[in-house]
Nanobody, 120 residues
Framework: QVQLVESGGGLVQAGGSLRLSCAAS????????VGWYRQAPGNQRELVARISSSDSTNYADSVKGRFTISRDNAKNTVYLQMNSLKPEDTAVYYC??????????????WGKGTQVTVSS
């Protein structure tokens, strides 16, 4: 049983900052890759950032230099620090955890999302 709970979304003005958190109730957290995705109305869900079990990171070109993903394995939590926010960042942000399971292969787990709205 895996549960991911996002928090930290809200309404901010352009140029402002938000810090998203995702608390994961998963025993293998430290060995799993974790990521943030987002989906705006009328758009497909897209990868924003991911961090591996060895702390290597990847970012979408649109957020490079503005967003930072990090993880705290002691707290089973992944964060997304979002700075210099733009109206184009408005979306529902979802937490994702990937875990290899012997019978199923790599399995994706998702949170329910948190709304981020950036006003101009």
């Amino acid at each position: 049983q895996v549960q991911l709970v996002e928090s930290g979304g809200g309404l901010v003005q352009a140029g402002g900052s938000l810090r998203l958190s995702c608390a994961a109730s998963i025993s293998t957290f430290s060995r799993n890759a974790v990521g943030w995705y987002r989906q705006a109305p009328g758009n497909q869900r897209e990868l924003v950032a991911r961090i591996s079990s060895s702390d290597s990171t990847n970012y979408a070109d649109s957020v490079k230099g503005r967003f930072t993903i990090s993880r705290d394995n002691a707290k089973n939590t992944v964060y997304l620090q979002m700075n210099s926010l733009k109206p184009e960042d408005t979306a529902v942000y979802y937490c994702n955890v990937q875990r290899f399971e012997w019978l199923s292969g790599t399995v994706d787990y998702w949170g329910k999302g948190t709304q981020v709205t950036v006003s101009s």
